[in-house]
C-alpha cells in the first residue's frame, strides 16, 4: 500500500513539475519537451512509460475548432 501511495504521489509532483519545465523550456536550447518521466526518481522511472501523442499543427487544430465554436443557428 505504501509503494502505490508513494508512486501516486510522484506521478501527481512529476506531472506539475514537467508542465512547469515546459512552460519555462527554451525551443532553441531544448528541442525535446520535457516529460513527467524526467521527474520521477530512477527507481520509479522502469513503471512509467514516455508520452507518445500527437504533435498539435494547423491541420489538427482545424480538426479541434468544430468542437469549440458554437454553430449560428
Keep these: 500500500m505504501y509503494a502505490g ?3 501516486e504521489h510522484w506521478l501527481h509532483t ?3 513539475m514537467a ?3 515546459n512552460c ?3 525551443p532553441k536550447r531544448q528541442r525535446r519537451p ?3 518521466a524526467d521527474f520521477l526518481p530512477v527507481d520509479l522511472k522502469s513503471t512509467v ?4 501523442g ?3 499543427n494547423a491541420g489538427n487544430l482545424r480538426l479541434l475548432k468544430p468542437l ?3 454553430k449560428k443557428a
Design 54 to 56: 500527437l504533435r498539435l
Design 14 to 16: 512529476s506531472h506539475l
Design 24 to 26: 519555462h523550456r527554451d
Design 49 to 52: 512509460r514516455r508520452a507518445s
Design 68 to 70: 469549440f465554436t458554437k
Design 5 to 7: 501511495r508513494r508512486r
Design 34 to 36: 520535457f516529460d513527467v
Design 19 to 21: 508542465m512547469l519545465a
